[in-house]
């Protein structure tokens, strides 16, 4: 089984504050993917990454996909109240029947 | 451009009794996928349709959950009898072709409470 551990859990923090979120795997994937969920709705895809290394860049949010594809990071350049959400990784295996490994996510709670 | 619609949203039921829930993935999407998300964790691939064809059910447990997807469109999925772990939310999501890093575009769940 292919598990995806997200850290830190929940994160609570100031308008304006940097942040970095980790999702770690001891399994390689093909694809990494990351969602942010807001209460009451369905994950929305924020990025898809495919090669160790790729860095891709949203607005104020980096990711970065690491060189063995085993793990990735995002962080939040001055983080605002619209950024609240559930944030989740999502590793992707598989060649026909392709499928994604979601980790627990982190709960992140910016504050104005 | 409507998103992935889902029905009920909220459904409230005691245990041993059936449920049934629906999706009408985004048009011409041909891969539909129900996950269920527990309080607290990600989603969890349940099955997976490539039109009417279930081509991933192995997390499926048969013994009380069926699926169904019959003309290749909307879908249907039915828990009889419910027990009391299956309180969570069940996610559809579609995509067009399920192929490799295609974006899955998910609906806003049902959130199922058995009591």
């Known amino acids: 089984t292919q598990l995806l551990e997200q850290s830190p859990q929940f994160l609570s923090i100031q308008e304006g504050e940097n942040l970095t979120v980790y999702c770690n795997s001891s399994s390689v994937f093909s694809s990494l993917q990351w969602y942010r969920q807001e209460p009451g709705e369905g994950p929305v895809l924020l990025v898809t990454?495919?090669?160790?290394?790729e860095v891709k860049k949203l607005k104020r949010l980096t990711f970065q996909f690491g060189d063995a594809r085993k793990d990735s990071s995002l962080h939040i350049t001055a983080a605002q109240p619209g950024d609240t959400g559930l944030y989740l990784c999502a590793g992707g295996t598989g060649g026909s029947n392709y499928k994604l490994t979601f980790g627990k996510g982190t709960l992140l709670t910016v504050n104005p | 451009e409507a998103g992935v619609v889902q029905s009920p949203r909220y459904k409230i039921i005691e245990k041993k009794q059936p449920v049934a829930f629906w999706c009408n993935p985004i048009s011409g999407h041909n891969t539909l996928y129900w996950y269920l998300q527990n309080l607290g964790q990600g989603p969890e691939l349940l099955i997976r349709?490539?039109?009417?064809?279930?081509?991933?059910d192995s997390q499926l447990p048969k013994d009380r959950f069926s699926a169904e997807r019959l003309k290749g469109v909307d879908s249907t999925l039915k828990i009889q009898p419910a027990e009391l772990g299956d309180s969570a939310v069940y996610l559809c999501a579609s995509s067009q072709n399920g192929q490799r890093q295609e974006t899955q575009y998910f609906g806003p769940g049902t959130r199922l409470l058995v009591l």
């Open positions: 349709y490539e039109n009417e064809e279930a081509v991933d």
């Open positions: 990454v495919v090669t160790g290394g």
